[in-house]
């Protein structure tokens, strides 16, 4: 019996194509009736001399115009790694976890002290991040509250660039930021045309919800088109707050807040590498937080990944975040919940895996490794159930025969380790377990994460250290 296998990879849909359909409509519909409010005089002149109707500070971006930069941007976006290996393929349904940037808290996994972010932590959530596979990109995770905010962004990404070899995704306060960044990210790289070919560096730019661009935003926007870095522009619009209450109003908010950049993005250079995406989440009114745990979150960030799939745009997602304060089981929960959606609707560049707890505010290793933990399983799921002549194992069936067993057997041999074994999910029986020393799974998590915060990162040449030590000196 000859059976070529036959592979297929789970997937989910949240909106069929009539409701995109509609979704998209009413985007064009934003954006060419409300509009967005620009101030900055530069960005003004793109939309006046492209045909948005301007009035004032307010611009009425056209549909056509909209669906013409939609036909410019790349619908792929190819990421590379310190030594220039493409490692990040950001292109149809292909997924991709990282951790998160900005918070203000860490929580010390070995004692459990939670303080202030400094920016020696960002060397520990770098160096955490490296060492695990899972995260195949990086984000600065904290804040640094250590060293002078004018200069804290640029601080945190040397951290990142010194302690690990994956691209970066990175935020920062101006577009002065940008040009320190993007120099060590080009010296890192060695030369602008390498950089070109596999950029190592993804700025993340945020509109203000609704539909507002501050002047250090559209600078930042078109900075990275003229210089070819690729942007994130990614409203986090908030139900029943800064966006409408309904699911649907959400979306349509957050996609025309993304695609107002993607169009000034393409008017400043055409071609320019452009991620889409919102952060879309409910307002719980019990505590009036920003939740990040929410199962509405996932739902909106499937239906939004839908829509960057429409228009063949890279995609920013969101998964791997809890609400919880401790990497505990409701942290567990809403990770795994989050971070199977997204996988399965195929959102591509996924963030907050593992490094946002307390609706964003506290970065934990211990967290980044339970994270890392549950992608395996996700990862596994993933593969799906190949079917071929080999899997179906019919020979072996009829060898076997009734009332046999399959312990002895080639094609057990050849086939038990496409099975995943956890070293941090337990699956002994209780006397097992006992015997072993009855760890339970939180000091289990606490060994594990600090055997990861041991891991040494390749280095930067000395050369390439020194120069960067030099640029910081004149950082003001």
Excluded at 14 to 29: G, M, P, R, S
Excluded at 254 to 272: D, F, I, K, T, Y
Aim: aromatic share 10%; with cysteine; charged share 20%.
């Amino acid at each position: 019996m000859f059976c070529p296998e036959l592979t297929f990879r789970p997937q989910l849909r949240v909106i069929n194509d009539a409701q995109i359909e509609q979704i998209h409509q009413a985007t064009l519909e934003v954006l060419e009736r409300t509009g967005i409010e620009v101030k900055h005089q530069r960005a003004l002149e793109l939309f006046d001399g492209a045909g948005a109707r301007v009035e004032g500070s307010r611009v009425h971006i056209p549909s056509w115009l909209v669906e013409d930069a939609i036909r410019k941007a790349p619908s792929r976006v190819v990421l590379g790694s310190r030594n220039g290996e493409r490692t990040v393929y950001l292109e149809g349904s292909k997924s991709f976890f990282g951790p998160s940037l900005d918070c203000i808290d860490y929580l010390d996994p070995l004692t459990e002290e939670r303080r202030r972010f400094v920016s020696d932590d960002c060397r520990i959530t770098a160096t955490v991040a490296d060492a695990l596979e899972n995260f195949t990109w990086v984000m600065t995770i904290g804040m640094a509250d250590d060293v002078p905010p004018s200069i804290a962004d640029r601080v945190i990404a040397r951290q990142v660039f010194t302690n690990t070899v994956k691209p970066l995704v990175f935020c920062c306060q101006d577009v002065n930021s940008i040009r320190d960044i993007h120099e060590m990210a080009l010296l890192i790289a060695g030369g602008e045309t390498r950089f070109r070919q596999a950029p190592t560096i993804v700025h993340y730019s945020e509109p203000i919800s609704p539909l507002l661009y501050y002047d250090p935003a559209v600078e930042k926007i078109i900075y990275c088109a003229e210089k070819s870095i690729p942007l994130i522009n990614f409203p986090a619009p908030q139900g029943g707050s800064t966006a409408p209450a309904t699911f649907a109003g959400e979306i349509v908010q957050g996609s025309a807040e993304s695609l107002s950049g993607l169009v000034l993005a393409q008017l400043a250079r055409p071609g320019a590498p452009f991620i889409y995406g919102a952060f879309a989440t409910v307002m719980d009114m019990k505590t009036t937080i920003f939740s990040y745990g929410a199962p509405e979150m996932s739902l909106m960030v499937a239906a939004m990944a839908q829509m960057a799939q429409h228009y063949r745009l890279p995609f920013f997602g969101t998964a791997g975040c809890s609400d919880a304060k401790f990497p505990d089981p409701q942290a567990a929960a809403e990770v795994a919940f989050s971070c199977l959606s997204s996988a399965l609707v195929g959102a591509n560049l996924i963030h907050d895996a593992g490094s946002w707890l307390d609706h964003g505010s506290l970065a934990s290793p211990a967290f980044m490794v339970l994270v890392h933990e549950i992608l395996y399983m996700v990862n596994q799921y993933m593969r799906g159930l190949p079917v071929s002549e080999e899997t179906l194992a019919l020979d072996t069936i009829h060898k076997v025969g009734p009332g046999g067993h399959y312990l002895y057997e080639d094609h057990t041999l050849k086939h038990f380790k496409d099975v995943w074994y956890s070293d941090l999910f337990d699956r002994t029986i209780y006397q097992s377990w006992q015997d072993a020393g009855a760890e339970r799974f939180e000091e289990r998590l606490r060994h594990k994460t600090e055997k990861v915060m041991q891991h040494q990162p390749a280095l930067l040449p000395d050369d390439v250290l020194d120069e960067i030590a030099r640029l910081a000196k004149h950082w003001t």
